[in-house]
């Protein structure tokens, strides 16, 4: 397959980590660099204020939230979003690393978005350090405070330090189901199933607290449609 592109050049990244996505009749993956500044032009954000590139050690680029966004939401729901506008996209794989950089407390997360209608309707899995009716779980905003739809998950999940992590999420609009991995690609962590939004935006962020994304890998199973990602204008 060859994939296509974003805004910013291809990444290049561990081909045993995304050759899973590659089954037959999937589309060819779009992938979205994060090496280079410019990488931000592919990204719309609740607060770009709060998002930055950045370079670790080993000369790779990432996107980071370094700060919380001052966003308000019409109703309760993350704080900082990116999301990657060009494309909605219905059945998809998505993978990425993501780096926590925050401190350490029981909500500690990221989350990843998807099904984005707009900024009071959209999906996001809440990947934090113990699991509650508000943490470590897959929800549902729909036009009033965030909602679990999980049907599995797990007690929580270590993010470490300075440790990136590998994670996957897999949406079949048609079926409804979700199903989110990180590291351990063969058993999610949670699974939930929800119908309500079809095709959207994805994108990446936390509730309240900071981190890294790179290495951003879509493989569609439907086609994506054409679409610019217009929320948030006022903040920029």
């Avoid at 925050?102 to 113990?130: E, L, N, W």
């Avoid at 599995?152 to 440790?163: E, I, P, S, V």
Wanted: charged share 30%; aromatic share 12%.
């Amino acid at each position: 397959m060859k994939p296509s592109r974003f805004r910013s050049p291809t990444l290049l990244a561990s081909a045993a980590f995304f050759a899973a996505a590659a089954l037959a009749g999937d589309l060819d993956p779009v992938e979205q660099s994060c090496d280079a500044p410019d990488s931000l032009k592919a990204f719309v954000f609740s607060d770009p204020n709060a998002w930055r590139h950045g370079k670790g050690d080993d000369g790779k680029g990432f996107l980071e939230l370094h700060q919380q966004s001052k966003y308000k939401t019409k109703v309760r729901s993350p704080f900082n979003i990116a999301l990657l506008s060009g494309q909605k996209f219905g059945s998809f794989t998505l993978e990425a690393e993501l780096l926590q950089t925050g401190k350490d407390y029981g909500h500690r997360d990221m989350c990843v978005f998807f099904g984005f209608q707009d900024p009071s309707h959209f999906y996001y899995t809440h990947i934090a350090t113990k699991t509650d009716d508000h943490a470590h779980n897959i929800f549902i905003v729909n036009d009033q405070p965030r909602t679990k739809i999980s049907t599995k998950t797990t007690d929580g999940f270590d993010w470490g330090r300075d440790a990136w992590q590998k994670v996957r999420l897999v949406r079949d609009a048609e079926s409804g189901k979700i199903e989110v991995f990180v590291n351990d690609m063969d058993k999610p962590m949670m699974v939930a199933e929800d119908k309500t939004f079809a095709e959207g935006f994805v994108g990446f962020g936390s509730f309240d607290d900071t981190g890294r994304v790179r290495n951003i890998r879509i493989t569609p199973k439907s086609k994506p449609s054409a679409a610019e990602a217009d929320f948030f204008k006022g903040k920029e």
